[in-house]
C-alpha cells in the first residue's frame, strides 16, 4: 500500500485543485520518460526533504518524479503522512501548493 502526494506551483488554477491535479497528472504521464527539467521551488523542496528524512527513504523516486512544475510522490503508507506534513509546512514559503489526492484537496494552498 502507498501514499500520495502532489506538489505544484500554482498559476491560475486554484478554483478546482481535483481537476487541475487531474490535468497535470495527465500530461506527467503523456511526458514519460521526457520530463521536463524540475523548476528551483521544486528542486529547493527535495533538497530539503532528503536533509529531513533519513535513509531508508520513505519515497519510491523523489528526483526522478520531478517534472517541471509538478512533482507526484509515491511513498510508504507508514510514513506518507509525516513526509506529506512536512511538504505541507514548507509549501507557502516556496510558493507551492500541496495536493493529497485521497482527500481531493490541498492539504497546504496558496494561503495557508
Do not use: C
Not at 526522478?64 to 510522490?73: A, E, K, M, Q, T
Amino acid at each position: 500500500m502507498t501514499y500520495d502526494t502532489a506538489v505544484w506551483k500554482p498559476g491560475n488554477d486554484l478554483r478546482d485543485p481535483s481537476a487541475e491535479f487531474e490535468r497535470r497528472a495527465a500530461q506527467s504521464d503523456d511526458r514519460y520518460p521526457h520530463v521536463r527539467p524540475p523548476i528551483a521551488e521544486l528542486l529547493a523542496l527535495a533538497d530539503l526533504l532528503e536533509a529531513e528524512f533519513a535513509e531508508p527513504r520513505p519515497w519510491e523516486d523523489l528526483r526522478g518524479s520531478l517534472d517541471g512544475d509538478f512533482l507526484y510522490l509515491t511513498m510508504s503508507h507508514d510514513r506518507g503522512w509525516e513526509v506529506e506534513q512536512f511538504m505541507a509546512r514548507q509549501a507557502r514559503a516556496l510558493g507551492l501548493v500541496v495536493y493529497s489526492p485521497m482527500a481531493g484537496a490541498f492539504v497546504a494552498g496558496p494561503t495557508g
